[in-house]
């Protein structure tokens, strides 16, 4: 009989969410103020430099493209292995002997600063910490933040409900 498959939502909030909105609409305004100044040279019938306003605003339109690629859809637990569902790419931890536990608020605290640069905070990535070490963030909301560590891999997730991650979690051996 094959394990029973346990998917964990993980729903944008607090910092991660908030860092997300800004990124997003720092992008939109750049490519709108470089599209604004191309067409205004064009306008003026300068077309060079209305072409190299063009060609940069691909630059933030791309980026804003791309900043969701990372971003986390959710969990699932099967076989086993801790699987990280997002939108672009997939990650996955083996779970056996793994331990974890829920991060207090002080730790939450200190992460939101670790992760948080000009008010975006990252919602994935490698971080060194010298309160938590060195570990892998995957987070949607820190407030759900939960520490997974598996042999030599520490993982930060937030699923929306870390009671259930660690449930899932605690009888692996």
């Not at 910092?15 to 205004?40: D, K, N």
């Not at 791309?62 to 086993?80: C, N, P, Q």
């Not at 409900?161 to 449930?167: D, G, H, V, Y």
């Given at each position: 009989?094959s394990?029973?498959?346990?998917?964990?939502?993980?729903?944008?909030?607090?910092?991660?969410?908030?860092?997300?909105?800004?990124?997003?609409?720092?992008?939109r305004?750049?490519?709108?103020?470089?599209?604004?100044a191309?067409?205004?040279?064009w306008?003026?019938?300068?077309?060079?430099?209305?072409?190299?306003?063009?060609a940069v605003?691909?630059?933030?339109?791309?980026a804003?493209?791309?900043?969701?690629?990372r971003?986390?859809?959710?969990?699932e637990?099967?076989?086993?292995?801790?699987?990280?569902?997002m939108?672009?790419?997939r990650?996955?931890?083996?779970?056996a002997g793994?331990?974890?536990?829920?991060?207090?608020?002080?730790?939450i605290?200190?992460?939101?600063?670790?992760?948080?640069?000009?008010?975006?905070?990252?919602?994935?990535?490698?971080?060194?910490?010298?309160?938590?070490?060195?570990?892998?963030?995957?987070?949607?909301?820190?407030?759900?933040?939960?520490?997974?560590?598996?042999?030599?891999e520490?993982?930060?997730?937030?699923?929306?409900?870390?009671?259930?991650?660690?449930?899932a979690?605690?009888?692996?051996?």
């Amino acid at each position: 009989m094959s394990d029973p498959i346990v998917r964990l939502a993980c729903t944008p909030g607090g910092a991660v969410a908030r860092g997300r909105r800004r990124l997003r609409r720092l992008l939109r305004v750049l490519v709108a103020i470089l599209l604004a100044a191309a067409l205004g040279a064009w306008l003026e019938r300068r077309f060079w430099p209305g072409a190299i306003a063009l060609a940069v605003a691909l630059f933030p339109w791309t980026a804003w493209k791309m900043s969701g690629d990372r971003d986390v859809l959710g969990l699932e637990i099967a076989a086993g292995v801790l699987r990280v569902r997002m939108r672009r790419d997939r990650a996955e931890l083996p779970l056996a002997g793994a331990r974890a536990r829920r991060l207090t608020d002080d730790e939450i605290a200190h992460l939101e600063r670790l992760a948080t640069i000009g008010g975006v905070t990252a919602a994935s990535g490698g971080f060194e910490s010298h309160r938590l070490g060195e570990f892998e963030l995957f987070a949607s909301d820190l407030a759900n933040a939960v520490l997974i560590e598996s042999g030599e891999e520490r993982w930060v997730v937030t699923p929306d409900e870390p009671e259930r991650l660690l449930a899932a979690t605690t009888p692996i051996a």
